[in-house]
């Protein structure tokens, strides 16, 4: 006949201990009733989903930290750091998963730090190879290996994550918000425009004021910068020439009044993340 392990009893101890105490039961008798409920590791979800928070915050942690220095890692770099900070989550969860008595929390933690990772490295691979896909599928694949995770653990963890994944899949396939997977990215790319313009010096404050302002009119003139930072027209015109020689505006009109600028990467991005499907264009 199969034996059921069953969980020991909160405050069992205690109550054994009292019987313990008032003779009832002998020291032998009470370690016997203990022993029918063996003492287990792990006691519900609260260490699981705490862990799985902080590995989501820190996963999101180094993600940013990644996106913000991004420009100035080399290519062989930037792969080693996606596909080895992928292996060390995973590696280190696999390696605590092997002790005798495993810490689960820790292990769950840890591999949803991975899964979190592997996310990142979607799209990090894709902006590494200029690779131009809908960026929904990146959270179809995402979900996929979060579901292969939640199968082999099996895990907890993974499985309502492969299932919030796959269920934003679908939302965003029926709604057919079909930009390309760098669509996704404007923010890395204004960040990466901010750093080398704070190389300026002393004009990097003001440049900075019209770097701002570009992100949220990508095509203005002079005069309208002045209105939107207060800055007066010539240091608005000298920020902007700072800008063009740093190629991240590009003066359109040629001449020497009424003269209209452009961030044009920035704003070439925001158009494809508008773009309808070619098979509703008209």
Do not use: C
């Not at 820190?58 to 792969?79: E, Q, T």
């Not at 689960?104 to 190879?129: C, D, K, N, P």
């Not at 923010?187 to 701002?212: K, M």
């Not at 910068?225 to 000298?238: C, D, F, R, S, Y």
Request: no cysteine; aromatic share 8%; proline share 5%.
């Amino acid at each position: 006949m199969r034996v059921v392990e069953q969980r020991r009893p909160l405050g069992v101890e205690q109550e054994v201990a009292q019987w313990q105490a008032e003779g009832l039961v002998d020291s032998a008798l009470a370690q016997r009733i203990l022993g029918r409920y063996p003492e287990t590791a792990e006691r519900g979800w609260g260490r699981i989903v705490f862990s799985a928070i902080g590995a989501v915050l820190v996963g999101l942690g180094v993600i940013l930290f990644f996106a913000y220095n991004w420009h100035v890692i080399p290519k062989p770099a930037k792969l080693a750091l996606v596909f080895g900070a992928l292996a060390a989550a995973h590696g280190a969860a696999m390696t605590l998963a092997r002790d005798a008595e495993p810490n689960r929390a820790q292990v769950e933690g840890l591999h949803a730090l991975g899964t979190m990772l592997f996310g990142a490295g979607i799209w990090l691979v894709a902006q590494i190879y200029h690779i131009d896909e809908l960026y929904p599928n990146a959270f179809l694949v995402w979900s996929l290996g979060a579901l292969a995770l939640a199968w082999a653990m099996p895990s907890r963890v993974q499985a309502p994550l492969a299932l919030f994944l796959i269920t934003f899949w679908a939302g965003v396939e029926t709604l057919q918000f079909r930009a390309p997977m760098h669509g996704a990215l404007p923010p890395v790319l204004a960040s990466a425009d901010a750093q080398r313009i704070e190389g300026l010096g002393r004009a990097a404050v003001s440049a900075l004021e019209i770097h701002r302002a570009l992100q949220r009119q990508p095509l203005a003139t002079a005069a309208s910068l002045v209105a939107a930072t207060g800055l007066t027209p010539a240091t608005v015109n000298k920020s902007l020439a700072h800008l063009e020689r740093l190629g991240v505006v590009t003066e359109l009109t040629r001449k020497q009044r009424g003269r209209v600028f452009s961030y044009a990467r920035y704003a070439d991005i925001l158009n494809e993340g508008m773009a309808l499907p070619d098979r509703e264009r008209p």
